[in-house]
């Protein structure tokens, strides 16, 4: 456990989200990097943001850094959550999309969860990429021309993916294990 959390001291982490992520989906890959020594920055246009969990609104989360202020060159990776109404909203947001896209361009890994590949899917990454998902978008991502992969979690490239919350910890493993490489 000390060689892992030595290797993860130096990382920096973004976290992309707005109102209505799947709380457990930021929550616990944010807590378990931190604990492991990673910086870990909330990103949003907002700041403070209101998670979904079990059907309702619950937690705030403040954020850690505006949109504005965060540069995608300054992180190792970037976690981009689910949830539909943060996916949703966050889609339609231009400078989010250009941000992952910049982020992108970098070829550094990028992990989605849940919906959060409706992100990549606007902009315009995952043609001809092995993604999984929530099940609710895998005709979106099949439309924008990813091979998709029924794997609950899924990692290759520069990518790595999940189906939803019930994933997360093994999703937290694939990122630990992409950041020590």
Known sequence: MNDIKN??????????AT??????????????LTEMGATVHLISDEPILKSWHQKQWNKDFRVDKQLDNARPGDYDLLILPGGVLNTDKLRRNEKII????????????IASICHGPQLLIEAK??????ITSHH??????????????????YSEGNFISAQGASDTEQFVQEIIKILTK
């Open 7 to 16: 290797n993860i001291n130096d990382k920096k982490i973004a976290i992309l």
């Open 98 to 109: 250009e941000w992952i896209q910049e982020y992108h361009d970098q070829d550094k890994p």
């Open 125 to 130: 990454l995952v043609k001809g990429e092995k």
């Open 19 to 32: 109102h209505g992520f799947e709380e457990i989906e930021l929550e616990m890959p944010q807590s378990r």
């Open 136 to 153: 609710a978008i895998k005709t979106d991502l099949l439309n924008a021309g990813a091979d998709y992969i029924t794997d609950r979690v």
